[in-house]
């Protein structure tokens, strides 16, 4: 029974703690100037514009998931969505918890509580964040544009792509070769559902068709 007790201690407790303390240098405070100054940077870091920052702040900052109910008082806002959009903006294999809490100067459970809290609060308003360009719009264009010049011609008119199985190819394609470069470092195709979008009535934009290709 002694021995069963020990056993049970060992694994509950923490017998041996770390003389240091792990060490953190948060990076937050270069937000405001990139946002102003550099942002290109601030894009980089959270993917998205300052406005666009700002404006999806405006719309979850009353959420009701913010709010504590304990001693414990929670994050800014503003920090919780940066800690979020970092996280979900890079590939998890190349940035876990450990290294946005060091950017961030929180721990790892801090980490993880914002992640759920922001995805809480973005699900909710899904509707108000979600929504398809009419084709005949100056957005729908833009799109059209950037899918151009980014993959190629045969996919201009896509508004959804759903990634499938990775294949594997055996070396980088001559044509638009980066473009298949993956975040496995390696050069690959995915079996994908190409949705593409258009109004059916170029004077109305409440009817839309779609069809898989």
């Not at 792990?22 to 998205?48: I, S």
Request: with cysteine; charged share 20%; aromatic share 8%.
């Amino acid at each position: 029974m002694i021995q069963a007790l020990r056993d049970e201690m060992k694994r509950a407790r923490v017998l041996n703690q770390l003389q240091e303390r792990p060490l953190r240098a948060p990076q937050l405070h270069l937000l405001e100037h990139f946002a102003e100054f550099r942002p290109h940077l601030f894009r980089k870091k959270l993917r998205v514009d300052p406005t666009v920052f700002d404006c999806i702040l405006d719309h979850i900052s009353d959420h009701p998931i913010f709010q504590s109910r304990s001693n414990n008082l929670q994050l800014p806002v503003a920090v919780q969505l940066a800690i979020f959009l970092n996280r979900t903006g890079h590939y998890g294999n190349a940035i876990p918890p450990e290294d946005i809490g060091q950017w961030a100067g929180v721990s790892v459970g801090s980490v993880i509580n914002c992640t759920h809290r922001v995805m809480v609060a973005i699900l909710d308003q899904h509707d108000e964040f979600i929504g398809i360009p009419c084709a005949a719009s100056e957005d729908a264009e833009e799109a059209r544009k950037f899918v151009e010049e980014h993959t190629c011609h045969g996919w201009r008119g896509g508004i959804f792509a759903a990634d499938g199985t990775s294949i594997n190819l055996h070396e980088k394609p001559s044509i638009y070769g980066e473009t298949f470069y993956d975040q496995t470092s390696r050069y690959s195709l995915n079996c994908q559902v190409h949705c593409t979008c258009s109004c059916i009535s170029v004077n109305s934009c409440d009817t839309v068709g779609c069809y898989a290709a």
